[in-house]
Every structure is written in C-alpha cells, then in structure tokens.
C-alpha cells in the first residue's frame, strides 16, 4: 500500500533550475498534505584526504538548500520544508530516496555535479529505476497565448490506468485540459475506438476534467517536437516511453530542445 504522508523530494544543486523545480514540487506537496523534502547531494569524501573540501561543500550545501527553502516559503500555498544534506553519488543517493517518497523532482538544468548528471545518466537512472515517479522541470514558463495543456501518453491496448490517473490528478490540481495521445508503440497500432472507450471511462471518474483523445502514427516525443508552438506544460509518460525522457530533456542538438518548456512526469 502506497505511503500517503510521503515527502515530495526535490534535488538541490544551487542552480535556478533547482529553485523552479523546488517551487513546482512545492504546490504538488501542499495539494497532497505532504511535505516537502529538500535534498543535496555531497561529492563523497575522500579517505586518503578526510579534511578535503568537506567544509566548503557542506557550506555550499546548507547556502543551496536555504536558497531554495526561502524561495518555497515565499510562495503559495503554504508548504512544510525539510532540508538534508546527503553524501555520495547522485544516482544512487536519489534512488534511495525515491524509495521513501511520493514523488522526485529534478530541474532539467543544472550546474556542476548535477548537471553533468541530470542531463545524462542520472535523468536516465532516475526514469528507468526510481521506486516512484519522476519530474524533471523546465526553466518558467513564458506568460502563455491560451489553454494550457496536460499531455498523457497512451497505449489503448496496455494496461497504463496510474498513468493516466496521474495525469488526471495533474490537471485537476491545474485546472487544465488534458490530451490522450495514443502515439506508435513498438507492440501494436493505435486502435481509435478503444482509445475512445478509455476516454469515456476516464471522463465519468473526472468529470471535472476535459479530455480530448487524439490519434497520432508518430511517436510522443516526435509528436511534441511537431507541436511545440501548442501550450503543453507538462507530459505524463509511462515505463514504455521512459526511455525517451532522456532525450527530451537532454542536449540541445535533440529537436525536442524547440519545446523546452514541456516539463515531464515519468510515473513509474
């Protein structure tokens, strides 16, 4: 049975995207009850050289975390903050907490040690083998020209309801209308009338939330790449399109770069 009073865990490397991450996961901890848990990672010591830099790391850590919980306590709603200080590599430090949280929260970019990380192989670490889901948050968003949306990925012949759910719950905590993309999955085409059928299900558990279903042969990341002038703020993906996450938030040279302010949830 899931945790109910998990923490939101946001990863502080000092970086702005931090800060933004920490801000997003602040409304997602006050609209859950739940704290929110700021954490940063410290390079490991070194045994041959015990003094090192320790000092001046855990000082730029206790400066990072305070820089983000100042930030957090300056918006709304009120949120309950806890800072910690972890030792160790990025990877393996956010997977064990991963196992203790509701969610984990990662700026996509980042400066120093995370970012090296984030962008790369703690991303990808993060989406494949996380014990709960994961966000990685784009830079603020521009004022946006109309309906923000809530993209959610969708195979109609797997079995993804605590995808969809999630995304579901997303949009109600937004306000927002949400886009049922069945793009191309390796297993299977894209059956429109079953998509239809999962729509008609979901809309009478969400009644509140619009939900418009939508065909595509392509898949999901070539589909926001091609739609990146529309207002998407956030694509929900399953552990079948987690592989791609990667790409999405990684370097700029991927042509998903042009829809930068798409943030992504992996629900896992």
């Not at 929110?36 to 975390?65: C, I, K």
């Not at 790369?120 to 990685?136: D, F, K, L, N, R």
């Not at 930068?260 to 629900?267: A, D, E, F, I, T």
């Amino acid at each position: 049975m899931p945790n109910v009073s998990a923490p939101i865990v946001v990863c502080i490397d000092g970086s702005d995207a931090a800060i933004t991450a920490a801000e997003w996961a602040a409304k997602e901890a006050a609209s859950r009850d739940v704290a929110l848990r700021l954490v940063h990672v410290a390079p490991p010591t070194d045994p041959a050289n015990p003094g090192g830099t320790a000092n001046m790391d855990r000082q730029y850590a206790e400066s990072a975390l305070h820089a983000a919980a100042t930030a957090v306590a300056a918006s709304e709603p009120p949120v309950k903050i806890e800072t910690e200080i972890l030792c160790g590599a990025v990877d393996s430090a956010l997977i064990d907490e991963s196992r203790h949280a509701a969610m984990v929260c990662l700026g996509s970019v980042g400066i120093g040690q995370i970012a090296r990380a984030v962008l790369g192989s703690t991303a990808a670490e993060m989406t494949q083998h996380a014990q709960c889901p994961v966000a990685i948050i784009r830079s603020p968003r521009p004022t946006p020209r109309g309906t923000e949306w809530i993209l959610v990925a969708v195979d109609p012949q797997g079995d993804n309801d605590a995808v969809v759910e999630c995304a579901l719950q997303e949009a109600r905590l937004r306000e927002v209308p949400v886009l049922a993309v069945a793009g191309r999955h390796k297993s299977a085409s894209t059956p429109h009338d079953e998509l239809d059928r999962q729509v008609a299900r979901w809309r009478q558990r969400f009644p509140d939330v619009h939900i418009y279903p939508v065909t595509t042969p392509q898949s999901i990341e070539a589909f926001l790449a091609e739609h990146r002038d529309e207002s998407i703020q956030l694509a929900v993906v399953g552990p079948v399109d987690a592989a791609t996450v990667a790409e999405i938030v990684g370097p700029h040279r991927h042509p998903l770069s042009a829809h930068g302010n798409c943030s992504v949830l992996v629900v896992r």
